[in-house]
């Protein structure tokens, strides 16, 4: 089955220091894997895409398809990085049309 | 420059009494979905259209119901909302094709008394 995990669900750092949100997942096939972000009191929204390799507010993420996990890194963490951080995946098997969603984390960042 | 709109922001409905919640995008996107999320919890999938293909979750309460009159405008209604319906429900959007990311509304709070 189709699923995505995030083992944390709150994440405190320091600001300054690095982040790291880690988020695994099980699908056999070549999975599209994203990072929705939502902000207090906004919108839930994309963060980034793994197919794009691209790098937003500081924040990247490499697919390994051996440990099978997308982790989103940050080397220095802002005060504006505290959010709710949801992994979520796409592909034929879930039609492309619905994304899977894993149940978040929480990061705080502590000035 | 809003691109999926919901309204309202705040709902409030007596247990069993019927509420519609409206959802309206400008991105002319063909996928239209609606979510519940609650508190503290990851979006669940409730149903999405692809065009006018109506894609129902397995278990998704025969009590809620959506609406696609047109491209631009999706409706989710509840046709007896209990006390565990209360909840966040966003609406999405996505391009189609290749296109997979997709476009949250602000949500409608449901508040049911």
């Known amino acids: 089955a189709q699923r995505v995990t995030q083992p944390e669900k709150l994440l405190s750092v320091f600001k300054g220091a690095p982040v790291e949100l880690k988020c695994n997942y099980s699908?056999?096939?070549?999975?599209?894997l994203f990072w929705y972000v939502q902000y207090s009191r906004q919108r839930l929204q994309l963060l980034l895409r793994?197919?794009s390799r691209e790098s937003i507010k500081g924040f990247t993420a490499d697919l390994n398809k051996g440990e099978t996990s997308f982790h989103l890194k940050k080397p220095f963490a802002q005060e504006e990085d505290s959010a709710m951080y949801y992994c979520?995946?796409?592909?034929?098997?879930?039609?492309?049309?619905?994304?899977?969603f894993g149940p978040g984390t929480s990061l705080s960042v502590i000035p | 420059d809003a691109m999926v709109i919901q309204n309202p922001r705040y709902q409030v409905t007596q247990f069993g009494k019927p509420v519609t919640l409206s959802c309206s995008q400008t991105?002319?996107?063909?996928?239209m979905y609606w979510y519940q999320q609650k508190s503290s919890q990851a979006p669940k999938l409730l149903f999405h259209?692809?065009?006018?293909?109506?894609?129902n979750e397995a278990d998704t309460p025969d009590n809620f119901q959506s609406r696609r009159p047109n491209t631009s405008f999706c409706f989710l209604d509840i046709r007896s909302p209990g006390l565990g319906d209360a909840a966040m429900y966003l609406c999405?959007?996505?391009?189609?094709?290749?296109?997979?990311?997709?476009?949250f509304g602000p949500g409608t709070r449901l508040t049911v008394t």
């Open positions: 699908y056999s096939g070549s999975p599209e």
């Open positions: 793994h197919i």
């Open positions: 999405a959007t996505r391009a189609g094709g290749n296109r997979y990311e997709q476009y």
């Open positions: 991105l002319n996107h063909n996928v």
């Open positions: 259209y692809y065009d006018k293909d109506f894609n």
């Open positions: 979520a995946l796409s592909g034929r098997k879930t039609s492309y049309d619905k994304v899977i």
